[in-house]
């Protein structure tokens, strides 16, 4: 045939009606405009082709490949009018098609819009009556079909030949403009499912070809969505149901199936995602799946969730996650692929292949995409996320990399892990055990199968776009100091109900390791090992939760919510009490104060203290007989007034709350007025204000991080006010405030200078402190933070001048760090800060025949840098100002000239009058 005979069938199709080609129509009679319209179009089709309809569908039996059976057996209802109509539109749309070449670009093959618009509408008019009105009678009780029940009877054979017809249309791609073909693949999808539950095999093999072609270039989308549709048909037969779910299952599996499920059922305008979520859900994790189709399930899930997180979370990933967690509940097996796919998230860093110095082992991009990928599976939801338990391994991985990661918004999904976890554990058995082991660190985890962050990994970069994961030298060895990172993360979080329970906990541990401690006694060590364990065990774990318990006090949330469950945190303290007064000594002494801090927390904010004051009273008097600390009796006794309602005990008490109550407020000027007041109480020493040394500790520590100069030049006035009270705890406290790599660098600067300030005002009685001092400062200047580093060695080079006496214990170790600076650092006014050193130690030096042995490599140092012309100008006038120095010193001790001169000095005579009280160490 040739193209004119395709012009003459097109005019021939351009003269028929068409009522079924509109995706719905709104009409009762359907059955009836379709009689009438049958016999209309049929009259056009003889009258223009003549062909006995025996020879037409003789042909296209022949093109379709039927076997003589079934050709008769449609020529058998060939005179049923819809059968003659079918098979004359079918031939010609056959002979039409097979005349044009839509995959070519030449002008004589382009067919015109409107002869393609005529063969679409043609093509949706033949699908309703050989496809829609020829199914399985189950589909007609779907509103989709219901208005083709009854038009036609079913013709297995015709259906079949039209499918086969069907099946030679979905190539054409012209054909699907204006979704022109959404309906009639539907229809198509619908034959063939009812021919293949029809139960002849004969149909079968072509019936797989055409579905799995329809499935493979068709979207999936619109393939999932079709066959939901079919199977969402009410009162479905078992035999039909169980096809549809095998087709389902099996297109499930394909790569990207559980996306293309996902975004079938979330594309409708107002879809419910939680409500498609639980479809979905339902639809993978169901009893019966093969092992294999499982094990693609929870693959895909997870790698859906993983393509939502690149997307910004679009589409909604709650489907990938609730999906997982059914899958993880339906058997063991999935819990062991699961536990082990999330194990291999972390593989790297708890257990990396290699350990080259140097090497990155994780890029801030992987890093942070993990991060989210577990906040998402996790914290997505109360129900929806999988179990927290699964993360119990892996807190002590996930508080350490919230406690290096540079990155805000990174710490907060970690605290959200983290946060989850422990608010789902039981607070009276599993809580306890696990916050243990946690402060206990790797050396004796032995309980949990915990996951830890390499020792030889650290996290290197001060900003979110440099960090990364590396490979340190082989003597670096991380830190696992939980008992400052627990605490940090849990007040960092608005989940203060976790903080109270975590703060009830560490008080009970406390008990515990004080009942341990009085039980046990000393027994013979054989080795350095041995003896290493024994301290871990016996002393470690008290000195962390007592840190960690020092932390959480100062927290204002928790107050409220010990005020709120008076009762019960009353006999905690009196419990612990108790324990404590058995074995009162120094040790002991640090737990009793931190427990009357409490006890009088909870008696300034009015809690009514009468009902447990009896008991508490009688423990309070045992305590305040045993021991021997001077702080520890004048805080019970003003404690036991307090409570028993004595006036005076009130009034003294109200200076200290004023002051306090302004120092918590948040405006600046109303603080350094408080400041004023604390300071001027404790130079008054006033009894309770000296019994609230470590209350007034965590309340400057708190107002040093106002970014208001004056605020924290006052703060640091009130630390070195405070230091002639408690001077082993705030150097202790500061100290600990100035290594803490968790705080604000500009924080840390501030902790410095007041350190310095506290050192001055104790002056050469520093001494009894040095170890704590030196050691701040010079692992300060191990710091990779430039500016610290620099602010080390200035803080440092005073404290020489303070300290010089006292230098032998640590010069090799400090010229070697300066040498290190000089010779290899970077960072120019940290260079500068490290020759002030050096020439503050000259200084320093009373005598320099008592030192000796230290001059010549100092004056070597300094030399040479002064006579290097490369050097920087400042780094050149700090090593002129040492050797100058040091020329005086040597000069001043050899000069033969120079005669001691003898004052004889008689008291009392011609004396003027001491303006101000002498010094202790200056005496007469």
């Known amino acids: 045939m040739n193209i004119v005979n395709a012009a003459k069938y097109l005019a021939v199709l351009e003269q028929l009606k068409y009522k079924h080609v509109e995706p719905k129509r709104e009409s009762s009679n359907k059955s009836k405009e379709t009689a009438a319209i049958l016999p209309d179009n049929l009259r ?57 070449n839509f995959d070519s670009d030449a002008k004589e093959d382009l067919i015109s819009v409107a002869h393609l618009r005529i063969i679409i509408r043609t093509v949706q008019e033949l699908a309703y009556y050989a496809l829609r009105c020829q199914l399985h009678e189950d589909f007609y009780k779907s509103p989709v079909f219901k208005e083709a029940q009854g038009v036609a009877t079913t013709n297995l054979p015709l259906l079949f030949l039209s499918v086969q017809f069907f099946r030679k249309l979905l190539p054409i791609r012209q ?92 594309a409708a305008p107002h879809a419910d995602v939680t409500r498609s979520a639980e479809i979905i859900a339902n639809i993978v994790a169901r009893r019966g799946y093969s092992t294999h ?22 589409p909604n990933p709650s489907a990938g996650v609730l999906s997982l967690r059914r899958l993880y509940e339906l058997n063991e097996n999935n819990k062991q692929i699961i536990e082990q796919l999330l194990a291999s998230n972390w593989q790297h860093l708890t257990a990396p292949e290699d350990l080259l110095s140097g090497l990155i082992i994780m890029q801030n991009s992987e890093l942070c995409s993990q991060i989210s990928l577990w906040e998402q599976l996790f914290c997505s939801s109360s129900v929806a996320c999988l179990p927290s338990a699964l993360l119990v391994d892996y807190l002590p991985l996930l508080l350490q990399l919230y406690d290096n990661m540079p990155d805000s918004a990174m710490q907060q999904q970690l605290a959200a892990l983290v946060i989850r976890c422990l608010d789902n554990r039981a607070p009276s058995e599993e809580l306890p055990s696990l916050i243990e082991e946690l402060l206990r660190g790797p050396p004796t985890t032995t309980l949990r199968n915990f996951k830890w ?9 001060n900003s979110f776009k440099e960090f990364s ?6 003597d670096y060895k991380s830190d696992y100091n939980m008992y400052n990172i627990l605490p940090a993360l849990l007040m960092s979080g608005s989940n203060h109900a976790l903080t109270y329970k975590v703060f009830v906990v ?139 309602g004595d006036v005076g005990a009130k009034q003294s008490a109200l200076p200290f709350e004023q002051a306090r109550a302004l120092i918590e407020s948040q405006e600046s000027h109303v603080q350094v007025y408080g400041i004023q007041m604390l300071l001027d109480l404790l130079r008054s020493k006033d009894a309770n204000t000296l019994s609230q040394g470590h209350l007034i500790i965590a309340l400057a520590l708190t107002t040093l991080k106002n970014k208001e100069s004056y605020t924290f030049l006052n703060c640091v006035r009130l630390f070195a006010a405070l230091v002639h009270v408690m001077e082993a705890e705030v150097l202790d406290k500061l100290s600990g405030e100035y290594l803490s790599e968790v705080d604000e660098l500009d924080y840390r600067l501030v902790v410095g200078e ?34 610290f580093r620099m602010s080390a060695y200035a803080n440092l080079a005073q404290l020489c001048r303070l300290l010089a006496y006292q230098v032998h214990s640590f010069f090799q170790e400090l010229v070697q760090l300066v040498s290190d600076e000089l010779s290899t650092g970077k960072y120019l006014p940290a260079k500068r800060a490290a020759v ?44 002129s100002r040492g050797l100058k120095t040091l020329e005086d010193k040597c000069k001043q001790l050899f000069n033969p000239e120079q005669q001691l001169q003898k004052e004889i000095k008689i008291l009392g005579i011609n004396e003027k009058p001491h303006s101000k009280k002498g010094h202790i160490l200056l005496l007469n």
């Open 44 to 100: 056009v089709l003889e009258k223009y082709v003549k062909a006995d309809v025996g020879v037409l569908l003789q042909e296209l039996g022949t093109a379709f490949q039927l076997t003589p059976v079934q050709v008769e057996t449609i020529k058998l209802k060939t005179d049923d009018a819809m059968a003659s109509y079918v098979v004359r539109i079918l031939h010609i749309l056959h002979l039409i098609i097979g005349n044009i």
């Open 453 to 461: 962050l390499h020792s030889r990994l650290r996290i290197v970069g």
């Open 506 to 644: 560490l008080l009970r541990l406390l008990v515990q390791q004080i009942s341990k401690q009085s039980s046990s006694g000393v027994e013979l060590l054989s080795s350095e090992t041995e003896l290493v364990t024994f301290l871990h065990s016996k002393y470690q774990l008290k000195l962390e939760v007592l840190i960690a318990l020092n932390t959480l006090i100062s927290f204002q949330p928790l107050k409220a919510l010990m005020a709120a469950n008076s009762k019960e945190f009353i006999q905690l303290i009196n419990e612990l009490l108790l324990q404590a007064s058995c074995q009162i000594d120094e040790q002991t002494d640090d737990t009793i104060m931190l427990m009357l801090s409490l006890l009088q927390e909870l008696v300034n904010r009015g809690t009514d203290l009468t009902e447990s004051m009896r008991e508490l009273r009688r423990t309070l008097k045992l305590v305040s007989s045993q021991t021997s600390s001077g702080l520890v009796k004048q805080r019970v006794q003003a404690l036991i007034a307090f409570a028993e």
């Open 836 to 879: 002030l050193v050096l020439a503050d130690l000259l200084e320093g030096m009373d005598n320099v025949i008592d030192f000796e042995e230290m001059l010549l490599p100092v004056y070597r140092l300094l030399r040479d840098i002064e006579a290097s012309e490369n050097c920087d100008a400042k780094m050149r006038e700090h090593a």
């Open 293 to 314: 189709m499982q094990r693609q399930m929870i693959d895909q899930a997870l790698e859906f969730c993983r393509f939502c997180l690149l997307n910004g979370n679009t």
């Open 754 to 787: 007041a350190i310095l300030k506290v050192a001055k005002e104790l002056g050469p009685l520093c001494y009894k402190y040095k170890d704590v001092l030196l050691n701040c400062f010079m692992f300060g200047i191990r710091s990779p933070l430039d500016e």
């Open 175 to 266: 054909l699907y403009i204006a979704n022109g073909m959404e309906f009639v693949v539907r229809d198509l999808i619908a034959a063939i499912i009812s021919l293949k539950v029809s139960g002849d095999a004969d149909y079968r093999p072509q019936l797989d070809s055409t579905l799995e072609y329809t499935a493979e270039h068709e979207s999936k989308v619109d393939f999932f969505r079709n066959v939901l549709l079919l199977k969402g048909t009410p009162q479905l037969s078992d035999t039909i149901a169980k096809e549809l779910h095998h087709q389902l299952l099996d297109k499930l599996g394909s790569p990207q199936g559980f996306a293309s499920l996902v975004a079938t059922l979330q």
């Open 469 to 474: 994961v590396k490979v340190a030298h082989a």
